[in-house]
């Protein structure tokens, strides 16, 4: 069973900085899937980066060149520097990680950005 555990949400002004991590316990490699999900009220869930086997990185639009994922395989941590936030930023965010065709969530943690 794989946990995932997410820390480093809150409030924030926007044009600020957070940085979110995510630190998982039990058995996922290197090549899983790895990243994070936000909802917004009203909204659905949707991706907003993930680093996939070889280390590569995928960015939704809305974030590229303000957030940057990062991941330590032998820590099992992702943790998500978010940049220039703005108001449309305000969300739950979700560490998860793929483990072939499972899918593990974090319990979310709450980001506001105030404009």
């Known amino acids: 069973q794989v946990q995932l555990v997410e820390s480093g949400g809150g409030l924030v002004q926007a044009g600020g900085s957070l940085r979110l991590s995510c630190v998982a316990s039990?058995?996922?490699?290197?090549?899983?899937?790895m990243g994070w999900y936000r909802q917004a009220p009203g909204k659905q869930r949707e991706l907003v980066a993930v680093v996939s086997s070889g280390g590569i990185t995928n960015y939704a639009d809305s974030v590229k060149g303000r957030f940057t994922i990062s991941r330590d395989n032998p820590k099992k941590t992702v943790d998500l520097q978010m940049d220039s936030l703005k108001a449309e930023d305000t969300a739950v965010y979700y560490c998860?990680?793929?483990?072939?065709?499972?899918?593990?969530w974090g319990q979310g943690t709450q980001v506001t950005v105030s404009s």
């Open positions: 039990g058995l996922i490699f290197s090549f899983d899937p």
């Open positions: 998860y990680v793929r483990r072939s065709v499972i899918t593990y």
